[in-house]
């Protein structure tokens, strides 16, 4: 829900985050039918998560919210799918008529749900969280829920001249609790504020939303994937499902998430998708090579890469490892 656009080709990491979140769904599917699920997300000009997600399975019923007139209007020309229905409303307005807009949008109520919060606006975060609670109230036993918060430190604040450290410390304090108003956690510290624990604070955040949303309703949130990455802005997102209490157990059985890499499973640390090498093409191909004879060393002819990544050859090779499969393609096309 914005009016800046993005290119994939320059947001690797959450090109990465949404190759992890399809494979996840794939794991989902064996316990409900995503392909019978219904798709909700903020599609943004051209539509394109829900262009994968209905490659992926197949969905039919998709809906995307989006504010901004100028973008709402983008997306009815750029529209991949007519099975997407384009909503011209807020967030909030939508959880707020949710049955209302399920219903003409014929979607059944019986009907499982994947609905994607996908933020980026940073000082709007307590809003964000109380849309985050209000959708999780919203919805039942194996609901895909999904939010992206912008997890950028500096929005913060930078320093000011002539600023004491710990007067800027505590000016990032203040804004930050501001920010997250009744839903801060416990234990923030100086280290929230700074780009290395500040997605942290959010994904606790998320935790204190899920936790209330679910409270006494005999449900609860289960996180599956949580990812930290930063390509030109830092983002958090969460991924997670909702249950019935006596559901957990023969969730995680059918879906075999416990075997998947990539499981969170607990709200102690996302995915750090940034470490991710960067890499060209060629790179890449010699890479896949190496990964073959698994010697946990790079050719002479790479070793410049140990300086350019800032990193020891045998991090550098698990870390391709890691997110092989995922890595984005792209190519240049003449239409």
Same mark, same amino acid.
């Given at each position: ?43 943004? /000009?051209?539509? =394109? ?33 007519? #099975? ?16 209302? #807009? ?6 059944? /109520? ?54 004491? #450290? =710990? ?25 929230? &504020? ?19 949303? &679910? ?10 994937? &949580?990812?930290?990455? *930063?390509? $030109? ?25 416990? *075997?998947?890499?990539?499981?969170? $499973? ?13 890499? &060209? ?12 004879? *698994? ?10 890469? =140990?300086?350019?990544?800032? *990193? ?15 890595? /984005? ?7």
């Amino acid at each position: 829900m914005t009016k800046q656009a993005f290119s994939y080709a320059v947001r690797p990491g959450k090109f990465i985050d949404r190759a992890l979140f399809v494979e996840l769904l794939q794991h989902v599917d064996r316990y409900v039918s995503v392909r019978r699920a219904a798709y909700i997300g903020f599609g943004g /000009p051209c539509l =394109e998560d829900h262009r994968v997600i209905h490659s992926a399975f197949g969905i039919k019923k998709l809906v995307s919210i989006e504010r901004d007139g100028d973008i709402f209007r983008q997306q009815i020309f750029n529209k991949p799918l007519r #099975e997407i229905r384009c909503l011209n409303m807020d967030a909030k307005d939508f959880l707020d008529e949710f049955d209302a #807009e399920m219903a003409r949008a014929k979607i059944a /109520p019986s009907l499982n749900k994947i609905a994607w919060l996908d933020y980026e606006a940073p000082g709007e975060l307590m809003h964000q969280l109380q849309s985050l609670q209000a959708l999780i109230k919203l919805l039942d036993d194996g609901d895909v829920v999904r939010i992206t918060l912008n997890a950028n430190a500096s929005s913060l604040g930078g320093h000011q001249e002539g600023e004491a #450290e =710990e007067d800027f410390r505590a000016r990032r304090m203040e804004k930050l609790m501001a920010r997250l108003g009744d839903f801060a956690p416990e234990g923030i510290s100086a280290e929230s &504020t700074q780009h290395a624990g500040y997605y942290k604070v959010l994904l606790s955040a998320v935790r204190v939303a899920a936790s209330r949303a &679910t409270a006494n309703s005999g449900r609860t949130f289960l996180p599956l994937l &949580t990812v930290h990455y *930063s390509d $030109g802005q830092a983002m958090l997102t969460v991924s997670g499902v909702v249950l019935q209490d006596g559901n957990v157990s023969s969730f995680l059985r059918a879906s075999d998430l416990k *075997s998947w890499a990539h499981y969170a $499973g607990n709200w102690a640390e996302a995915e750090k998708v940034s470490e991710a090498p960067s890499l &060209t093409l060629r790179e890449r191909f010699h890479f896949d090579q190496v990964m073959m004879r *698994s010697t946990g060393k790079l050719p002479s002819r790479l070793a410049y890469l =140990e300086k350019i990544q800032s *990193s020891t050859p045998k991090k550098l090779i698990a870390r391709y490892r890691r997110y092989q499969r995922f890595f /984005p393609k792209f190519q240049n096309v003449d239409i």
